[in-house]
């Protein structure tokens, strides 16, 4: 009996040590601040804007041609937050002009405790504050 008793804490302990398998909110602030930076670049290189819009359940980019917005692809394909991360309930668009300009905008993730918020300022420029 106290064998199998000193099995349960060694166990309980193991588990308890394990870390989270999901990623850390601060990575998933990181690659959505990546991604910013990048389409801020696009707008820049590609002379067209492009918008980001994110949230609940993931982000996606898109350019402006001269008489619709398109979706872009390649690094710009659409993305779902990772499992158990909680974003805006309602959509935040940002738009990049084609100087990298946009009007400032912020964007909160959250998952437990953990709390990163993504502010992009007038200039364009991108950061992680939390």
């Not at 398998?21 to 820049?44: K, M, S, Y």
């Not at 980019?61 to 158990?84: H, S």
């Amino acid at each position: 009996m106290v064998t199998i008793a000193v099995i349960g804490l060694a166990a309980g302990a193991v588990v308890l040590s394990m870390p989270d398998p999901r990623p850390a909110v601060g990575v998933e602030a990181e690659q959505f601040a990546a991604r910013l930076a990048r389409a801020r670049e696009e707008a820049i290189m590609t002379n067209r804007p492009v918008a980001v819009e994110a949230d609940a359940s993931g982000y996606r980019f898109a350019q402006f041609d001269g008489t619709a917005w398109t979706p872009l692809n390649g690094v710009f394909t659409p993305r779902t937050w990772a499992e158990g991360v909680a974003a805006p309930a309602g959509p935040v668009r940002i738009v990049f002009d084609p100087t990298g300009i946009a009007d400032p905008a912020q964007v909160r993730l959250s998952r437990d405790e953990q709390v990163r918020t993504i502010s992009i300022d007038g200039a364009g420029e991108v950061s992680i504050n939390g």
